[in-house]
Nanobody, 117 residues
Framework: QVQLVESGGGSVQTGGSLRLSCAAS????????MAWFRQAPGKERESVAS????????NYADSVKGRFTISRDNAKNTVYLQMNNLKPEDTAVYYC??????????WGQGTQVTVSS
């Protein structure tokens, strides 16, 4: 099992930036992929970005390409989501997800991001 703790959410104005962090603990050696999801009120949870734990290849939702950057620090067992040029439609609760090599998924508690116009 992998435990995740997120931090870094908050409130910003349109065009502002935030950086989210997700610290992993537990069965780190079994990590395969880590990702950020978000869920806005009344909407389904959607994938934002993902990063392969070994190798570092990344994927992004079209809505955040060019504005968000996912990265990892293997030494700190931490994944980051740098969010620039934020828009009101980015407002949501952001969740970190870890996927192990055996297909087990773990989720963080979520962190609120609010972007005002």
């Amino acid at each position: 099992q992998v435990q995740l703790v997120e931090s870094g959410g908050g409130s910003v104005q349109t065009g502002g930036s935030l950086r989210l962090s997700c610290a992993a603990s537990g069965r780190i050696l079994s990590l395969y992929d880590m990702a950020w999801f978000r869920q806005a009120p009344g909407k389904e949870r959607e994938s934002v970005a993902s990063i392969r734990w070994s190798g570092g290849s990344t994927n992004y939702a079209d809505s955040v390409k060019g504005r968000f950057t996912i990265s990892r620090d293997n030494a700190k067992n931490t994944v980051y989501l740098q969010m620039n040029n934020l828009k009101p439609e980015d407002t949501a609760v952001y969740y970190c997800q870890a996927l192990t090599t055996t297909g087990i998924s773990s989720w963080g508690q979520g962190t609120q991001v609010t972007v005002s116009s």
